[in-house]
């Protein structure tokens, strides 16, 4: 049933009408003499509406016209956007022609567990540290946290270039344009971006946001293994927030209302495998010191694994500058050999012990363990298997440096 009313105000992205019948999560349609634009209901009280609005509130006045429009929550989904760049809304932004495709409604839950399957199968992504020593499962959810300039868009790209995918679905959520313009120069047939840069509304980042998700899920339905990538899930958290703070809600720690949480959960639990596909998740998230911030320890319990990319590691010229002891990827056991899983776990304690007698090394003290001193004797082995350029590297290639090594090391 459709709902008309009108907007009483607006303000920090928001729209509030007398908008009678309007439920939380539908679409609407504003309109005035100058400009039609779209919003989402994200609150309602006594015939009152909060509608995050798809476009800036400059222009907007009291008195102009709402309608509830179930299309205003539809996106072109599907095998059309393959190869192709879009806006939050569907619009092409690659240069080419309009999207032949026709806008339907997203799936608003996550797959049941009655719809999933469980991880049994590795998700290759040609870097070396990761296939070796924390395989990812297709289907798992990924987060590769660290402070901004780690390498964490470099490794991504990587990662596409990798294409052990059917499909790679890219949401870039608060991100630079020049960013942008460079994931826009790497499209290729199987690859479909959807942007949101930082200067866009809140609301626009969260619809772009869903909207890869929802690209994604349409994908994995038709049987394919998907790879979706998010860059970045915290400014995703971050655009939650400003919706929420905007709407009155009230806030807890880190300044985040509860509700941003609970948004996360459901969006992450859109990934997975199911009968049909899979959808590997990939997320970046922001996260500066030590002092872990709520996004980050929400993102660790949500995720099945999580990677840390380090400022010093990357500026001793590792890449990717992956900190070994940090990271943990919680469906590897379930998709790779005991062979393989000895390997990893020799090198890890490698590489631990290093890194636990690096200060007593620095002041000529060597370690008195048989172990520790073949980690010390290989250290430039170990560096060499951690290091890698910008090219893939494939599953074969990695087995067999990681079993060399781990041999090495025993």
């Not at 000895?342 to 090198?347: F, G, K, N």
Request: with cysteine; aromatic share 4%.
């Amino acid at each position: 049933m459709i709902s008309i009313g009108t907007v009483t105000g607006a303000h920090g992205g928001l729209a509030h009408a007398l908008l009678p019948g309007a439920a939380i999560g539908q679409g609407v349609r504003l309109r005035n003499a100058e400009r039609e634009i779209t919003g989402t209901v994200t609150a309602v009280q006594l015939g009152r509406a909060m509608i995050a609005l798809h476009a800036d509130i400059q222009g907007i006045a009291a008195g102009d016209s709402i309608v509830t429009d179930p299309a205003a929550c539809c996106f072109p989904l599907g095998t059309a956007l393959l190869g192709r760049a879009v806006d939050a809304d569907g619009t092409a932004i690659d240069g080419g022609p309009a999207i032949d495709a026709r806008p339907r409604r997203a799936r608003i839950f996550a797959p049941g567990v009655n719809e999933r399957v469980a991880v049994t199968k590795p998700f290759w992504t040609g870097v070396r540290v990761i296939d070796g020593l924390f395989t990812i499962g297709r289907g798992a959810r990924i987060g590769i946290f660290g402070a901004p300039g780690a390498g964490k868009s470099t490794l991504l790209q990587m990662m596409c270039t990798a294409q052990a995918a059917d499909a790679v679905v890219v949401g870039l959520i608060g991100e630079r344009g020049r960013e942008a313009e460079e994931w826009l120069r790497a499209i290729g047939p199987h690859l479909t971006v959807v942007c949101a840069t930082s200067d866009r509304p809140a609301a626009v980042r969260v619809r772009a946001a869903r909207f890869a998700m929802a690209q994604a899920d349409a994908l994995r339905a038709r049987g394919l293994d998907v790879l979706l990538i998010v860059d970045s899930l915290a400014r995703y958290a971050n655009a939650l927030r400003e919706i929420a703070v905007a709407a009155n809600e009230s806030v807890g720690r880190g300044g985040y209302p509860p509700s941003v949480f609970s948004d996360l959960a459901s969006f992450v639990e859109g990934a997975g495998a199911s009968r049909a596909g899979s959808v590997t998740l990939v997320a970046t998230v922001l996260s500066d010191g030590d002092d872990r911030d709520p996004v980050s320890d929400a993102a660790r319990s949500l995720l099945d694994g999580h990677l840390e990319l380090t400022a010093p590691l990357a500026r001793k010229g590792r890449y990717p500058a992956i900190d070994v002891c940090a990271g943990t990827s919680r469906t590897m056991s379930a998709v790779v050999s005991a062979r393989h899983l000895d390997d990893a776990a020799v090198v890890k304690a490698a590489v631990s012990s290093l890194q636990a007698s690096e200060d007593a090394r620095a002041l000529g003290l060597m370690p008195s363990s048989a172990r520790a001193l073949r980690a010390v004797a290989a250290e430039d082995a170990i560096e060499s298997f951690l290091c890698q350029g910008k090219q893939p590297t494939d599953r074969a290639a990695t087995l067999s440096a990681l079993a060399a090594l781990a041999d090495r090391l025993r």
